[in-house]
């Protein structure tokens, strides 16, 4: 057992999960503001591989594995988890107004399943107030940083648009790429904003709103999707993505399922409200991945996540299309050296591939089948 493995299992699976969260996320950011410590932690955590270069939405990465967003909600340790190791992080979901979330206790660890529940709710500073952070960060690491907006809670639906549209004004200036986040369970009615009906107006006005906002550049805009949306909605997904001019789709955020996941964790823990992330996960995005990238092809970035545990998950997902990959629960199980085990692992099948790049094993499993067919 690792050293983290123990320490897990003697120290922190005792102790509240967001607790934990907010100790663990404290000392990542305390060592990444002490220049000659987060220096050496790099140097540890994130050794480089130039055969994992990536090039997507526009950006160049140090490779295809980033940080999903919910861990870093309000954009207050972006240099620390560079520091990790993830080619990206993305920041949020930041909602237009500041929100406390819901009531706790509203996060749960399915050790056995090495999956989490949360029913968090956005808990987040709002728009204005991680904007002004943002614009006065100064980077210790160069890292593409993406942001994760979602709706305000106590805005009715009818004001939903105008929420995005305020977020997407503020934060499009600092954002590497924007995403519109449509599929948390954890924010009455967002998941209806999913249909392709209410979908295109909201796109096309935060579309609108960023390229107000940002004249120099074009902010690569993409949407995240659930794994509960039936196959024929995700293709009409994938078909308005591709008629608007998206540049990806985030495939996929937690599930509201239970059934047929093939839970082992106390019935008590996995009855609790929510969604559910984690390896749990893994087949269902792969899925919904595989569907997209059958039908958008390489028109847009598709970025896998959900279930991603190890570099097989990560290389699965390039196979299937992925241009990028993202992760987040894995890494309370896994702890510090998570991004860099997983990037020396996906160096490790490139090189053994019949793929001289990773932009080449993008979507190489769906063009295999296709030739077979």
Do not use: C
Request: charged share 25%; net charge positive.
């Amino acid at each position: 057992m690792s050293a983290y493995g123990l320490l897990f299992r003697l120290v922190l699976r005792r102790l509240d999960p967001e607790d934990a969260h907010r100790a663990a996320f404290a000392l990542i950011r305390a060592v990444a503001r002490v220049p000659v410590l987060r220096t050496f932690a790099a140097a540890y955590l994130a050794p480089r591989h130039r055969e994992l270069r990536t090039e997507a939405l526009g950006l160049r990465m140090h490779g295809p594995f980033g940080l999903a967003a919910g861990f870093d909600k309000n954009a207050t340790g972006i240099d620390g988890l560079s520091m990790l190791g993830f080619d990206h992080v993305e920041i949020g979901t930041v909602t237009g107004q500041p929100q406390p979330g819901n009531e706790r206790t509203r996060l749960f660890r399915l050790t056995a399943d090495r999956a989490l529940i949360n029913r968090m709710g956005f808990n987040n500073d709002g728009s204005a107030a991680v904007a002004a952070r943002l614009a006065a960060r100064r980077p210790a690491f160069r890292t593409v940083v993406g942001v994760n907006i979602g709706k305000t809670k106590a805005v009715p639906e009818s004001g939903a648009v105008a929420d995005y549209v305020t977020s997407a004004e503020r934060l499009a200036p600092y954002a590497d790429y924007l995403v519109v986040n449509v599929s948390s369970p954890n924010t009455p009615g967002l998941r209806d904003l999913q249909a392709a009906d209410r979908l295109r107006p909201l796109l096309t006005a935060v579309r609108e709103a960023a390229d107000r906002a940002v004249t120099g550049r074009r902010v690569p805009l993409l949407v995240k999707i659930a794994p509960d949306l039936a196959d024929e909605d995700v293709d009409a997904v994938a078909d308005l993505a591709a008629d608007l001019g998206l540049d990806g789709i985030i495939a996929t955020n937690t599930t509201i399922a239970r059934d047929g996941l093939g839970l082992t964790s106390d019935p008590a823990l996995t009855a609790e409200t929510g969604g559910l992330s984690g390896a749990p996960l893994r087949e269902r995005s792969l899925e919904v991945l595989r569907r997209l990238y059958a039908r958008v092809g390489d028109r847009l970035t598709l970025v896998g996540a959900g279930g991603i545990t190890d570099a097989e998950d990560a290389w699965q997902r390039i196979l299937a299309g992925a241009g990028l990959v993202q992760g987040y629960t894995a890494f309370v199980y896994e702890g510090p050296l998570w991004s860099r085990t997983l990037h020396k692992g996906l160096a490790a099948r490139l090189r053994v591939s019949p793929y001289a790049t990773l932009a080449e094993a993008v979507g190489a499993d769906a063009r295999t089948r296709k030739a077979d067919a």
